[in-house]
């Protein structure tokens, strides 16, 4: 047990190195208090963990925070992160109570797989509510004369932040496909700065549609003067053989003044995740108050939201529910498949 403590100790302080070397400042909460026996907590305060701005995720918690502090009546805030690996981070270190991820990220946080979890099998994450497919796509400059990801081979490409979605499967996926671009990370805002002076040629983001950072540059640049990249076919079966957990997806065309025609790509679902300490009628409320309330969710958060319904639960499989929303779905008269039932739930 010590030795499990340590080594999970002595990963948070050089995952948080790496994030600060990388030039990302980051807010955490004080840490959530853990006993030995299970045991509930009730905060005064809750914190969200979210992404950068200019990310989906920062713009989601925003509504989400919103929404929960008028359901509970105390204080939630949203807390800037390095995205859906590093949430997941956060939640298992008992640092932040709430948080965004991908189902990618996960399922290797929850089987300790990849190096980025160090081994450490992340057993205290719970998860709450669906969210929305994260799109794959990239966008460059029409002068660049990409128009296709073999077109980004030699070129310099922002990837968004090192350990988003984009951060950790843009190279992969890249690798996976043989293509060498030298990747850069950091905030979508920041990274399209730098495209627009010339330093990076394309910029990739995998979220929920449309990227506000994305909107904002077509705009600057003009819809003629930008090209929206997705995945092509062959491209698309490879990367879905190699990781199981992505899906054929459509960004439908206008999401984009510049994307005139549908774009196919690959997607990843984005859930709401919790510790497993979080006491069970603060989830409930938290669960309640955002699954009635979606039009709020879309007009104050993203668009992306109008994904985050009760129908989609279909798409959480691996991650237990959290006992407070396993309550709140079995009210509303969903069937809660046995793989999402938590060992600490009782009816």
């Known amino acids: ?98 948080g965004m991820t991908t189902l990618g990220a996960a399922y290797e946080a929850w089987n300790g797989l990849e190096n980025w979890t160090g081994g450490i099998e992340h057993k205290d994450i719970r998860s709450l509510f669906p969210m929305f497919n994260s799109y794959f796509h990239w966008i460059a400059d029409t002068e660049s004369g990409i128009t296709c990801l073999r077109d980004m081979e030699g070129k310099n490409v922002g990837s968004g932040p090192t350990a988003g979605t984009m951060g950790v499967y843009g190279p992969r996926i890249f690798s996976l496909l043989g293509i060498n671009a030298r990747l850069t990370y950091g905030g979508a805002g920041e990274l399209l700065e730098k495209q627009k002076k010339g330093d990076l040629a394309a910029n990739g983001f995998a979220s929920g549609i449309p990227v506000p950072a994305y909107r904002e540059y077509e705009k600057s640049k003009g819809i003629k003067n930008v090209i929206f990249i997705g995945i092509n076919s062959e491209e698309r079966g490879r990367i879905i053989e190699r990781w199981p957990y992505f899906s054929h997806t459509v960004i439908p065309a206008g999401t984009y003044g510049a994307l005139a025609a549908e774009l196919e790509t690959v997607g990843i679902w984005s859930i709401a995740v919790a510790g497993k300490y979080l006491d069970d009628e603060v989830v409930y409320k938290i669960v309640k108050a955002v699954m009635e309330n979606n039009k709020a969710m879309v007009s104050k958060g993203h668009m992306a939201a109008k994904e985050t319904t009760a129908e989609n639960l279909t798409q959480l499989d691996f991650i237990p529910l959290h006992p407070g929303a396993v309550r709140y779905f079995k009210e509303m008269g969903f069937k809660i498949p046995a793989p999402l039932i938590p060992p600490e739930y009782a009816e």
């Open 1 to 98: 047990m010590k030795k499990n403590r340590f080594t999970s100790a002595l990963y948070i302080i050089i995952m948080l190195l790496i994030f600060t070397v990388a030039g990302y400042r980051l807010a955490v909460a004080p840490p959530a208090v853990k006993t030995d026996d299970f045991e509930k907590i009730k905060p005064e305060t809750l914190v969200i963990g979210s992404g950068l701005p200019g990310d989906t995720y920062y713009l989601y918690a925003g509504s989400w925070a919103s929404l929960s502090a008028e359901a509970l009546e105390i204080p939630v805030t949203v807390n800037l992160t390095d995205g859906s690996h590093h949430n997941l981070i956060l939640i298992q270190e008992g640092r932040i109570h709430l």
